[in-house]
């Protein structure tokens, strides 16, 4: 199995999950010659798609789901009711996905399952979801988009080897940011985004001895830096033992990651 992210951030997330030949879309945020140029520079054509999973149905993840899944022919699944948003409704083929239950996908030639455990996040778009990825006994997880910790969460999604989680923003530069006060409450909320320190303490849920890559989501370019996104991530894994044998890597939101092997 492999994954790569194709684009990360509030302009657009989306992220490739190869599995043998089972090929999944989480997310498509972008627009769609933006998700056509990414999945191109991924060297991998639409039509190649099996099956489009969406997290939620803010467009910076949503908005060209599917308009994608409909050029590839593929089954979209979502949750019941955002089959009713408009970017989701373009796709002529929705599955509606269990929260919380296994949930099985194949790929066209009917090979190389996939199981996929959905976890709800609390978030202001409800509901929005983590998705754990399953296939031959490695596992991915990727999570964003979620207001604060919560340990059963952690629970849900245990035992990654590749690990996709949101730093979004550190507090004190959000605090003393050009955002408007209610964008800064929305942010700082309980159905917000992840700060740096809320990530720190999921990651402390979710690491396991299986994780080998991690992957810093969902970055804010106005209220975060690199720096300090990794310091958190660094100070966790050292603290936790286990940051000689975690590569940790930032996810961009104009350009694609490489391909990690799960």
């Known amino acids: 199995m492999k994954l790569?992210?194709?684009?990360?951030?509030?302009?657009?997330?989306s992220t490739l999950v190869r599995a043998g030949e089972t090929n999944v879309l989480v997310d498509a945020g972008l627009t769609v010659a933006g998700m056509e140029e990414r999945l191109d520079a991924a060297?991998?054509?639409?039509?190649?798609?099996?099956?489009?999973?969406?997290?939620?149905?803010h467009l910076d993840h949503a908005r060209a789901a599917g308009a994608i899944a409909r050029k590839a022919r593929c089954t979209l699944h979502?949750?019941?009711?955002?089959?009713?948003?408009?970017?989701?409704?373009?796709?002529?083929?929705?599955?509606?996905?269990?929260?919380?239950?296994?949930?099985?996908?194949v790929g066209r030639r009917g090979a190389d399952t996939v199981e996929v455990t959905s976890v709800a996040l609390p978030h202001d778009a409800v509901p929005t979801l983590a998705f754990k990825l399953e296939h031959l006994g490695r596992r991915v997880v990727i999570l964003t988009d979620m207001g604060h910790p919560r340990v059963e969460v952690a629970r849900a999604l245990a035992d990654a080897h590749v690990l996709v989680l949101e730093f979004n923003h550190d507090v004190g530069m959000l605090e003393a940011g050009p955002y408007p006060a209610t964008l800064k409450r929305r942010i700082l909320g309980n159905a917000g985004h992840l700060s740096n320190a809320q990530a720190a303490t999921m990651l402390t849920a979710l690491a396991s001895e299986h994780l080998h890559t991690l992957v810093l989501a969902h970055l804010s370019e106005t209220n975060n830096t690199r720096e300090l996104a990794l310091e958190a991530?660094?100070?966790?894994?050292?603290?936790?033992?286990?940051?000689?044998?975690?590569?940790?890597?930032?996810?961009?939101?104009?350009?694609?990651?490489?391909?990690?092997?799960?």
């Open 4 to 13: 790569q992210v194709l684009a990360s951030g509030s302009g657009g997330n």
């Open 43 to 57: 060297r991998f054509a639409p039509p190649g798609l099996d099956h489009v999973f969406v997290t939620h149905g």
């Open 78 to 105: 979502c949750t019941e009711g955002l089959m009713r948003n408009a970017a989701i409704r373009r796709s002529k083929n929705l599955a509606a996905l269990p929260v919380g239950a296994p949930y099985r996908v």
């Open 233 to 262: 991530a660094h100070t966790t894994l050292e603290r936790l033992g286990i940051a000689q044998r975690v590569r940790v890597l930032v996810a961009e939101q104009d350009r694609i990651g490489e391909s990690l092997e799960v």
